[in-house]
């Protein structure tokens, strides 16, 4: 099983770190001639499929067609050669894959081998539940079940400590939960290790290990102290650093 698990954000990385991204999409996909794209995540999908062929794909040689394009989402997704899901809202992604009976087929074929890339909450949908998504539940999905392509959850754009807003000129402080709160709040009635993903950043993830690239993260673990996570550290399927 080969992923690529991205935090998204990816307008606030350097160009050394953008060319690093483009460098692992394209040894993700590189020898395949065709991608599909899942855009359930935006209600104009053909829009959305649009832009990210036309102004965010990096692989020249490689197609990228949404899955609004084609007539069988399953039978697209049983032929696919590689697989990325965008980012955007992961309530109305869930609900859109359990709608389109496209669980249990995705988890089939990725774990088969056909390589998947996830981006926002395109990531938050390979963990076992969507629970430790940012976004707004503008529509509840049936279930909350997710692919369960790996053991762990991620939380995406993950940031540390309180956030600062621009207010007329001044910056005033963010008194809302921090990520890290919001996390301990899951640990509260769930077992299930987390990872915040810093903005940009991402994990290789090849059968039962993965490897951070270009920034890091935090590990979360019911009733332990967090543990920061740079760009090199390679984990496991429990979140242990190996």
Not at 86 to 95: I, R, S
Not at 193 to 208: A, H, R, T
Not at 214 to 236: H, L, M
Request: with cysteine.
């Amino acid at each position: 099983m080969k992923l690529l698990l991205s935090s998204g954000g990816n307008g606030s990385l350097s160009k050394e770190q953008m060319k690093e991204l483009h460098g692992q999409i394209y040894k993700l996909f590189g020898n395949i001639k065709e991608v599909v794209f899942i855009s359930y995540a935006v209600k104009d999908q053909r829009k959305y499929t649009s832009g990210i062929r036309n102004f965010l794909w990096p692989l020249k040689d490689v197609n990228l067609i949404g899955i609004e394009e084609f007539g069988d989402p399953i039978q697209a997704i049983r032929d696919a050669k590689g697989i990325y899901i965008g980012g955007g809202n992961t309530f109305l992604l869930t609900d859109k894959l359990h709608k389109n009976n496209l669980i249990d087929i995705l988890k089939d074929v990725i774990k088969q081998g056909v390589p998947y890339m996830g981006v926002s909450a395109g990531t938050n949908v390979a963990c076992p539940t969507m629970m430790t998504t940012n976004d707004m539940p503008v529509i509840i999905p049936n279930s909350f079940e997710t692919l369960e392509l790996i053991d762990f959850q991620i939380n995406a754009h993950y940031h540390e400590g309180k956030m600062w807003l621009g207010n007329e000129g001044d910056f005033v402080k963010h008194n809302g939960e921090t990520r890290a709160q919001r996390i301990a709040e899951f640990h509260q009635h769930n077992e299930a290790p987390v990872i915040g993903l810093f903005e940009g950043s991402c994990i290789n993830w090849k059968d039962d290990k993965g490897e951070l690239k270009i920034g890091g993260g935090v590990i979360f673990k019911a009733g332990k102290d967090p543990k920061v996570v740079k760009r090199g550290a390679i984990i496991n399927s429990n979140l242990d650093i190996l």
